[in-house]
């Protein structure tokens, strides 16, 4: 959750590069993070393609991630699979020299790639070779023999669109709202959010449950951590971010936050704080 900027005049949030990672590298020169925007026609699925890229570790490195709502496609060495909204934090062990590719789609955006709610996949992982057969195997072989990073994220490009994924206006309403809780910090409740879509809360979390894989009140209370930990290393007081946060106190958010950042806002802010 590095790479802080400042409040713009508003009071919206600006997104760094690496929010939701936990101490991205620990300051490491070890370390390259890349983001590739998608193609004009693949833009209203995926939100984008990133490429971390690691040489020479001396030692393991734990990096550890508090998720977003969204579904995410990963290729490495390791492991080549996609993966379902994940409602806690998780963690992924770099050694030696790798590199990994992935795909963020946009909230609602892989819906159509599925062809079924998206809750199916919510807390899961699934191959990508169980998913799209042999088409998915060979991407997998592709991209890992692919030694240009930009090259690589072109093969993924051109793979998702030969799956011929059809615009979905529910979707891109949904994309909408999740981009509303997570920019609008004014945005605290469910019912807050419904009233804004227009929807009955029961509504939305159906809209939220079958496009995004996850209620509204998780999406809402996610992006709020995601705040709490850039603000926490600012040195804003606990109670005065709770409140403002829309927790009922202190101990609430320190209760939250430890379950998904795996350390309390004092030890974190803390660990940020170093040179």
């Not at 020299?97 to 946009?106: A, L, Q, Y």
């Not at 995004?212 to 040195?235: D, M, S, T």
């Amino acid at each position: 959750m590095a790479g802080m900027v400042p409040d713009p005049p508003d009071g919206r949030l600006v997104e760094t590069r690496q929010r939701g990672w936990v101490d991205p590298y620990a300051g490491l020169d070890a370390f390259d993070y890349a983001r590739h925007q998608p193609s004009p026609e693949l833009a209203p699925f995926v939100g984008h393609f990133w490429v971390v890229t690691w040489r020479d570790l001396p030692e393991p490195y734990v990096q550890r991630i508090v998720s977003h709502p969204t579904v995410n496609m990963t290729i490495t060495r390791d492991f080549h699979r996609i993966a379902g909204v994940i409602r806690g934090g998780f963690s992924y062990t770099m050694r030696g020299s790798g590199r990994v590719i992935g795909t963020r789609f946009r909230p609602g955006g892989f819906r159509p790639f599925l062809g079924a709610p998206v809750s199916q996949l919510t807390g899961r992982f699934a191959e990508i070779g169980e998913m799209y057969g042999r088409a998915g195997a060979e991407l997998v072989g592709h991209v890992l023999a692919e030694p240009d990073p930009a090259a690589a994220v072109a093969l993924i490009g051109t793979f998702l669109l030969r799956l011929e994924p059809a615009r979905d206006p529910l979707a891109e309403e949904v994309a909408a709202l999740v981009e509303t809780a997570e920019s609008d910090v004014s945005v605290t409740r469910v019912d807050e959010l419904a009233a804004r879509s227009g929807r009955s809360v029961r509504s939305l979390q159906r809209l939220f449950r079958d496009y995004v894989g996850i209620g509204p009140k998780w999406v809402i209370r996610r992006f709020r951590l995601h705040e709490a930990a850039e603000r926490v290393q600012r040195g804003l007081d606990l109670a005065t971010l709770a409140a403002e946060l829309g927790y009922t106190d202190q101990a609430h958010l320190t209760r939250d936050f430890t379950a998904a950042v795996g350390m309390p806002p004092a030890a974190y802010a803390k660990l940020t704080s170093r040179p």
